[in-house]
T-cell receptor, first 116, second 113 residues
Framework: AQKITQTQPGMFVQEKEAVTLDCTYD???????LFWYKQPSSGEMIFLIY??????QNATEGRYSLNFQKARKSANLVISASQLGDSAMYFC?????????????FGPGTSLSVIP | NAGVTQTPKFQVLKTGQSMTLQCAQD?????MYWYRQDPGMGLRLIYY???????DKGEVPNGYNVSRLNKREFSLRLESAAPSQTSVYFC????????????FGDGTRLSIL
């Protein structure tokens, strides 16, 4: 069975500082994809970054990067130079590509607050 | 561009009533999903459809049914609503490729009294 764990219900970070949001996962699939989404207070889901299980390099998208450690089954999101607009809920998600083809599950999320 | 459209946006039901939530996407996506979002629990997968004509149970399917009417539309039905089904419901779709993210609708806020 697939499972996503995000152990930080809430995080605070000072503006312009970097922050790491944790995500660990469990799956029996050898091939899978990992996604991070942002949900501001307005409620929409915004895609941030993707990491494939066979990607050798950590994914980066602007101020977002993934610290992917496959053996430890972790895919932590790093946000550099935090901005006030980064205050939101952040969700880690996993897509199965073999036995659970195209099933996408989410973790419980981390609420990030950026302090001026 | 419409993307993923959910109707209605808000609904109040009485316990025992039935209701169908509608979802349509105009991006020619193969895969469609229904989630519920409750405080502190993230998005939990109810049902999904990896292609037209197929549906599969997610993490919390009890009390729900779905229909993949065609490639564009994926509906979620509550046959006999219960207060525990009070939640925000999101529909999502994605293309048939590993690295393609999901596109989400605006959500339906459902209250069951």
């Amino acid at each position: 069975a697939q499972k996503i764990t995000q152990t930080q219900p809430g995080m605070f970070v000072q503006e312009k500082e970097a922050v790491t949001l944790d995500c660990t996962y469990d799956t029996s699939d050898q091939s899978y994809g990992l996604f991070w989404y942002k949900q501001p207070s307005s409620g929409e889901m915004i895609f941030l970054i993707y990491q494939g299980s066979y990607d050798e390099q950590n994914a980066t998208e602007g101020r977002y990067s993934l610290n992917f450690q496959k053996a430890r089954k972790s895919a932590n999101l790093v946000i550099s130079a935090s901005q006030l607009g980064d205050s939101a809920m952040y969700f880690c998600a996993m897509r199965g590509m073999k036995t659970s083809y195209d099933k996408v599950i989410f973790g419980p999320g981390t609420s990030l607050s950026v302090i001026p | 561009n419409a993307g993923v459209t959910q109707t209605p946006k808000f609904q109040v039901l009485k316990t025992g009533q039935s209701m169908t939530l509608q979802c349509a996407q105009d991006m020619n996506h193969n895969s469609m999903y229904w989630y519920r979002q409750d405080p502190g629990m993230g998005l939990r997968l109810i049902y999904y459809s990896a292609s037209e004509g197929t549906t599969d149970k997610g993490e919390v399917p009890n009390g729900y049914n779905v229909s993949r009417l065609n490639k564009r539309e994926f509906s979620l039905r509550l046959e006999s609503a219960a207060p525990s089904q009070t939640s925000v419901y999101f529909c999502a779709s994605s293309a048939y490729r590993d690295n393609q993210p999901q596109h989400f609708g605006d959500g339906t806020r459902l209250s069951i009294l």
